[in-house]
């Protein structure tokens, strides 16, 4: 089982739709990073969460720490939504590998106009 | 304020021949670390460094593969004798000196270098 999980896998909208990507992860962590990665292209830090909640424009991502989970939403979504959203965890303070991210497999989003 | 540079963006490489893929982290930044995306597959954790020291390299391939990140100058990954396997894209990242679990803010990823073999 991979140290973090997410689902859909694949996922496909109407623009103007609300879309939920959900994470799951299994090991101690320091933050959660929300990632972009358009086809081709370079990855772009959406948010980095260690607690609650965190709105930029029509993305919120939120974290609940108890439960191992968290989830990124989209608000009105649009055709340049679409991306591969990939969630990241961060090793715990304390040892030699604070630092370093370990990813889920990514959600692809496709957004139909 | 430039971010992670990462050069070149596209390299092709023959079989058997070696591979340099360069990444300069933002200003302010000292921690560096490499990830790899094979084709189809997710993001993985290669190496991470400090200036003039390798943290952890517990993701690097245990022949072949080495990485720096020197007193001066952009951090390397140097792939050698290249198989068809390491096609991938390469990405680098980089963060600030980290003090606490309320710190390591500001990860930034560069634009990654693509890797072909031939």
């Known amino acids: 089982k991979n140290e973090v999980e997410q689902s859909p896998q694949n996922l496909t909208a109407q623009e103007g739709e609300f879309i939920t990507i959900n994470c799951s992860y299994s090991?101690?962590?320091?933050?959660l990073h929300w990632l972009q990665q358009h086809p081709g292209g370079g990855i772009v830090s959406l948010f980095m969460?260690?607690?609650g909640k965190k709105k930029h424009g029509r993305l919120i991502a939120t974290i609940n720490i108890q439960e191992k989970h968290s989830s990124l939403h989209i608000t009105a979504s649009h055709p340049r939504d679409s991306a591969v959203y990939i969630c990241?965890?961060?090793?715990?303070?304390?040892?030699?590998?604070?630092?370093?991210?370990?990813f889920g497999q990514g959600t692809i989003l496709t957004v139909h106009p | 304020n430039a971010g992670v540079m990462q050069n070149p963006r596209h390299l092709v490489r023959r079989r058997g021949q070696e591979a340099r893929l360069r990444c300069s982290p933002m200003?302010?930044?000292?921690?560096v670390y490499w990830y790899r995306q094979l084709p189809e597959e997710g993001l993985k954790f290669m190496v991470y460094?400090?200036?003039?020291?390798?943290?952890?390299e517990s993701g690097m391939p245990k022949e072949r593969f080495s990485a720096e990140f020197p007193k001066e100058g952009p951090s390397i990954l140097r792939i050698q004798q290249v198989v068809r396997g390491d096609s991938a894209a390469y990405f680098c990242?980089?963060?600030?000196?980290?003090?606490?679990?309320?710190?390591?803010?500001?990860?930034?990823f560069g634009s990654g270098t693509r890797l072909t073999v031939v």
């Open positions: 200003k302010g930044h000292s921690h």
């Open positions: 090991v101690g962590i320091s933050a």
């Open positions: 460094l400090q200036k003039e020291n390798i943290i952890d």
């Open positions: 990241a965890v961060r090793s715990p303070a304390g040892g030699t590998s604070y630092g370093k991210l370990t």
């Open positions: 990242a980089s963060s600030p000196v980290v003090l606490g679990p309320a710190r390591g803010y500001g990860y930034t």
């Open positions: 969460l260690s607690s």
